[in-house]
Antibody
Framework: QVQLVQSGPEVKKPGASVKVSCKASGYTFTNYGVTWVRQAPGQGLEWMGWVSGFNGNTNYAQKLQGRVTMTRDTSTTTAYMELRSLTSDDTAVYYC???????WGQGTLVIVSS | DIVMTQSPLSLSVTLGQPASISCRSSQSLLYSDGNTYLIWFHQRPGQSPRRLIYQVSNRDSRVPDRFSGSGSDTDFTLEISRVEAEDVGVYYCMQDTLWPNTFGQGTKLEIK
């Protein structure tokens, strides 16, 4: 069965970076990209970007350009999302999903606090 | 970016009664391949979103048939024919016709 398992919660100081992983299983990893979505406390869903499982091409939300990098490792079928120069506005649950949005990870809480 | 606007933003429904949520896009979601990439999600508190409907009206497997999606172009609707207790939570529409994907604000459904 398809599963996406994300890394655990993180607490970071303002200005730091965070890297969240998303381990995929149950399907051919290179046939699908991975989408990243975040949700600030009590807020709606925000699309962050996408990384191709096939060739690693990416597409990022404009507001995150320059601060976010999405990568994948086909040998471990894992996708990664790194966000730099964190501020309190980046406090959120971060989700990965298969690009068709039919399967989602469990979410990773990232708290940015001094 | 395409703006997705949902209404209402909250809904209080008696068990067994129908519910309807509207989602409008700021431009047509019809893609050049002839498909319309409009998705509906349901999110319960503390859980990940779950896809209910894709390409406007295709219900995901294991989604009860009381859920249905309809619409075209810029105007879409999610209908629940008979609301059950497990349907509480927030419903989101999302377009993935044109990057960046964009979500509606969400509609919170509660039981009256």
């Amino acid at each position: 069965q398809v599963q996406l398992v994300q890394s655990g919660p993180e607490v970071k100081k303002p200005g730091a970076s965070v890297k969240v992983s998303c381990k995929a299983s149950g399907y051919t990893f290179t046939n699908y990209g991975v989408t990243w979505v975040r949700q600030a406390p009590g807020q709606g869903l925000e699309w962050m970007g996408w990384v191709s499982g096939f060739n690693g091409n990416t597409n990022y939300a404009q507001k995150l350009q320059g601060r976010v990098t999405m990568t994948r490792d086909t040998s471990t079928t894992t996708a990664y999302m790194e966000l730099r120069s964190l501020t309190s506005d980046d406090t959120a649950v971060y989700y990965c999903a298969r690009e068709t949005e039919d399967y989602w990870g469990q979410g990773t809480l990232v708290i940015v606090s001094s | 970016d395409i703006v997705m606007t949902q209404s209402p933003l909250s809904l209080s429904v008696t068990l067994g009664q129908p519910a309807s949520i509207s989602c409008r896009s700021s431009q047509s979601l019809l893609y050049s391949d002839g498909n319309t990439y409009l998705i509906w999600f349901h999110q319960r508190p503390g859980q990940s979103p779950r896809r209910l409907i894709y390409q406007v009206s295709n219900r995901d497997s294991r989604v009860p048939d009381r859920f249905s999606g309809s619409g075209s172009d810029t105007d879409f609707t999610l209908e629940i024919s008979r609301v059950e207790a497990e349907d509480v939570g927030v419903y989101y529409c999302m377009q993935d016709t044109l990057w960046p994907n964009t979500f509606g604000q969400g509609t919170k459904l509660e039981i009256k």
